[in-house]
């Protein structure tokens, strides 16, 4: 059963004082319902991404909530919460977009939720999707690991840190054209270069922030979503897979196995080359992250991502335009949510709603991984 | 596509001291895989149930550990937490059946896992599986809310603090009878009515001990099933469906809606009714739970459900033997292991396999719910 997107929704991202976990949730779930033309009692099933629930607002058990909150419970519908880390919301989105594809549903939400600003810990807790006790326990956390993943690839391939801050630069830049975005400033490459190190070589604006921030897509299957909209984006494809937790057992550190096996494996199911994909959006939580997928996915040859950013290939502008939502970088990275707020900017993009940032694209691409890349979830979508 | 069991595993269950979350997973994953005679590398996906690693053990994105842990990193499959409070298990399991059930897969493991032993506040965390705004916050843990059922049910149905007692008693004798319970001792009726109220009108022994523990079951569907087994269990059906998360929100504190929603679509689905089932294993997080259980699922009328027990009809030699396995109550809640567990139980009944505690039965039914309610998922078994 072909499987299409037929609404989508978007909460702010950033520090929202003002909100509590469940009101970020519904704000951008009527957001969507709305979008799609949908009351609500349509839906058949929801999958929520969340990582930390648990630890960030000490509230497990999360799905129910949801459908609780947002005046579903009556549906008595399968709810269900799904975590891997901050690919939690790709992962969300894949069990949404199997349970359409196998025909068992109909009309399913994908939705992905954090509130991770009312604890002072948030890194440390985030930092739980890498392998606690061979990694974080011995100090590495999220943004040490990445910066020994960066530190390989700079020995091996020549990768300057001048490189990782363009790709902050850019997602910056894209960001001031996003109005949700959490980070709507341009910086420049002196800024960037010259801000402190967090764990070097990555700097303060080689790291993304952390944030709160939900978002939802509404799956439907083909015959249906066009009783609700005239503008279905389908998913081609919606792969995952998985690796080693620990960085220290994986093969190459430069490489994210799970992001060659996903990536592969969905160009296959949806019959493209990676040529064939018109925009991106990639999992920047740090810059040298979105290097290694521009590799990893197939854009270009293994130790060479750091051209494209220099030749402009990945700006807005450019021949494969990625991350014009500003990314994990400057949109924010709700954890959780992300996975599912990179389907939104894919979708908006492909419908031709994306506004000010708006590239020319029939074909679209998400990349959601979780920690260092033990999970990676890639979705292929078209007009 | 018809889903059968061909492998389950389980760890022993309690306090396991000696044994850190990665062991006790890993015990009952290779349990299984011996069972269902598989090497390993014809898994094409995991599903793992478990509600607070986060919180017990400080680690999120657990699936991907196990796959790691287990050997299996390299297989790059597709490996998914799902998180329902103490119904994660069931949920995971519902999510492997649909996973082969749909044709997507052939070869899935549904594992549960939970280790709460490392932390000194284990009830305040399976609590927060309740709505912990609403009711956890005011001090209505989970022991404060089934008390309010239970005395809800005493007043309106007239059940007496010995109807519970006498599940207790129960599903104690039934746990001497299994080498794996955690409690493997009688107790006597005067014992549980003496122990001392833990929630008015709930005593110590109306309360399950959460505990340490992991299970795993393997599904393969039918074709594939007969490779590997002689004895392959199938699933008839697994449905789950969801409820208001806070008790106050509910229609009705004595019935829980998610159970009822979940048990008649199951039962249509497999086109049986209660009568039909054999053998049972209910969620007896409390001893008021497994009267309710009975009342929902359809066993006896509503109100009527303390009359099973006080005639003996659920007992290991009645009607409708129910928690032949000790329960929750005396073999021990593992919270996010317990639906799997459960399943466990089920299949070696079905296939004889049962040793001492073993019933007569072809038709068998387990039940796991999270929380009070706010999640409940039902599976049919047949040999």
Chains 1, 2 share one sequence.
């Not at 020549?158 to 630069?169: C, H, I, N, P, R």
């Not at 949806?270 to 854009?299: M, Q, R």
């Not at 402009?312 to 990314?327: F, K, R, Y």
Request: glycine content about 10%.
């Amino acid at each position: 059963m072909r499987v299409a997107v037929i609404g989508v929704g978007c909460s702010k991202f950033g520090e929202l004082w003002e909100m509590g976990f469940r009101d970020i949730m519904i704000s951008a779930g009527v957001e969507a319902l709305e979008d799609a033309n949908l009351e609500g009692k349509e839906i058949e099933a929801i999958y929520v991404g969340n990582m930390s629930a648990g630890r960030y607002v000490g509230q497990e058990h999360i799905a129910s909530l949801i459908a609780d909150y947002s005046g579903l419970a009556d549906l008595h519908i399968p709810c269900v919460r799904v975590e891997a880390g901050d690919a939690s919301g790709g992962v969300a989105l894949r069990q949404a977009y199997m349970a359409v594809a196998s025909g068992m549903h109909d009309v399913v939400i994908a939705a992905g939720a954090e509130k991770v600003t009312d604890v002072p810990n948030a890194v440390e807790i985030l930092s739980s999707c890498a392998d606690v006790e061979w990694e974080v326990f011995n100090g590495a956390n999220l943004p040490a690991l990445y910066a020994m993943i960066a530190r390989m690839h700079m020995r091996r391939y020549g990768t300057k840190e001048e490189d990782l801050a363009m790709v902050s630069v850019k997602n910056h830049k894209n960001a001031t054209l996003n109005p949700k975005a959490m980070f709507r400033r341009e910086i420049d490459l002196e800024t960037a270069l010259n801000s402190p190190y967090v764990a070097e070589p990555l700097r303060l604006f080689d790291c993304s922030p952390i944030c709160d921030g939900a978002s939802v897509v509404i799956l439907a299957s083909e015959d249906v979503a066009r009783k609700y909209t005239d503008t279905p984006i389908y998913i081609e494809a919606c792969t995952q897979a998985s690796d080693y937790l620990a960085l220290q057992s994986r093969r190459d550190i430069t490489t994210m196995d799970s992001v060659v096996q996903a990536s592969r494996k969905a160009y296959k199911i949806a019959g493209i080359d990676p040529k064939d994909v018109d925009v991106v959006e990639v999992h920047d939580s740090f810059t040298i992250a979105e290097i290694i997928a521009y590799e990893d996915l197939g854009f270009v040859e293994k130790g060479r991502g750091a051209e494209l950013v220099r030749e402009g290939v990945t700006m807005l502008d450019g021949e494969i335009p990625v991350n014009p939502s500003g990314g994990l970088k400057a949109f924010g990275h709700a954890v959780g949510a992300t996975g599912i707020r990179q389907a939104v900017e894919i979708v908006l993009q492909l419908r031709g709603d994306a506004g000010k940032r708006q590239v020319d694209a029939e074909m679209g691409l998400s990349l959601n991984v979780g920690g260092t890349g033990g999970t990676a979830v890639v979705t292929v979508f078209s007009r």
